[in-house]
């Protein structure tokens, strides 16, 4: 266990957990008092852990958060396939069976592609999860068949672009970041963290670590598999889904809107919506437009009353 300071004012533990392949790099936000709820924070498709930091600021140790960074991202890159939602809700029973143990079930809370990876964990795994909170994702829909890598990297733009980029230095990977229309909504010190995590290499040959291989396999899985976009519907436990009010380059469209969620007919008492106004896809979780609401959803669903 190692503590981890960079470019952030708050102590974060790192630590090891055993799945098959090798070991998943987890960061770990420690509750203050010894028995705080437990709650796991899942990332988006090319993100890592250190997109939890502001929520994890705004938790203010009321919890102890676990945010790993998923098979092929970051320092968990070195964790080869298969990958996929259900490889991935795997290795996040992993995290928890050795990580919270004795804590029972937790609540557990995914961004974007993280949110996939919630349903399918609560679905494959039920004894372990309480309660889900679900930003800016989990809810799917059908696109045509043939659909593939090449629609995930119009969707995403430069979060994929830069995987088969290099860097001279830090501050030419910044400089790439802050052309993304999304950068300005984002925490500073938070993005620098989450950037500095996500390099890896060294200059001037700097490169993003996470595996080409396994945004691809995870992505397409994410536009074409029915039980991806079916898991939101099975799930067996209560969820909330926060989402965002503008799309992934901050423009009006965003991933959810009213009639597009209405016709993914997510009904039942077990499924609140609701939308997060001045937010996108980043902001919402990295950014002061929706960081403290999802720390405010996130103790409501760990401390229910």
């Known amino acids: 266990m190692r503590s981890d300071r960079s470019a952030c004012p708050s102590v974060v533990e790192e630590v090891a957990v055993a799945v098959p392949g090798g070991e998943l790099a987890v960061l770990r936000w420690p509750g203050a008092e010894p028995g705080a709820p437990v709650v796991l924070a899942?990332?988006?498709?090319?993100?890592?852990?250190?997109?939890?930091?502001?929520v994890a600021r705004?938790?203010?140790?009321r919890v102890t958060l676990l945010a790993p960074d998923l098979r092929g991202r970051a320092r968990s890159a070195g964790l080869g396939g298969p990958y996929g939602m259900a490889r991935h809700a795997d290795d996040m029973a992993s995290v928890l069976r050795q990580l919270a143990g004795g804590a029972g079930p937790v609540v557990v809370a995914g961004h974007s592609m993280g949110a996939f990876v919630t349903t399918r964990l609560a679905v494959r795994h039920p004894e372990l999860v309480r309660r889900v909170v679900l930003v800016d994702g989990g809810v799917g829909f059908p696109l045509p068949t043939g659909t593939g890598p090449e629609a995930l990297a119009a969707m995403l733009g430069p979060a994929v672009a830069r995987l088969s980029m290099t860097f001279a230095d830090v501050a030419a990977y910044r400089a790439f970041w802050q052309a993304h229309p999304a950068w300005p909504s984002l925490d500073e010190t938070v993005a620098q963290a989450y950037l500095l995590r996500d390099?890896?290499?060294?200059?001037?040959?700097?490169?993003?670590?996470?595996?080409?291989?396994?945004?691809?396999?995870?992505?397409?899985?994410?536009?074409?598999?029915?039980?991806?976009?079916?898991?939101?519907?099975?799930?067996?436990?209560?969820?909330?889904?926060?989402?965002?009010?503008?799309g992934l380059f901050d423009e009006p469209e965003a991933v959810y809107d009213e009639k597009r969620l209405a016709r993914a007919e997510?009904?039942?008492p077990?499924?609140?919506?609701?939308?997060?106004?001045?937010?996108?896809?980043?902001?919402?979780?990295?950014g002061r437009a929706g960081a403290p609401l999802v720390a405010e959803r996130i103790l409501a669903a760990a401390n229910p009353a």
């Not at 899942?42 to 502001?54: D, K, S, V």
């Not at 077990?270 to 990295?286: C, E, F, K, P, T």
């Open 199 to 246: 390099l890896t290499g060294s200059e001037p040959l700097l490169r993003s670590g996470c595996e080409r291989e396994a945004v691809e396999a995870d992505g397409t899985q994410l536009l074409l598999d029915p039980q991806a976009a079916a898991a939101v519907r099975q799930l067996p436990c209560p969820a909330e889904l926060l989402w965002a009010e503008r």
């Open 42 to 54: 899942l990332h988006g498709i090319t993100a890592n852990g250190r997109a939890w930091e502001l």
């Open 266 to 268: 997510l009904t039942g």
């Open 58 to 61: 705004e938790l203010a140790g």
């Open 270 to 286: 077990d499924l609140a919506l609701r939308q997060v106004r001045g937010s996108n896809h980043y902001s919402i979780l990295m």
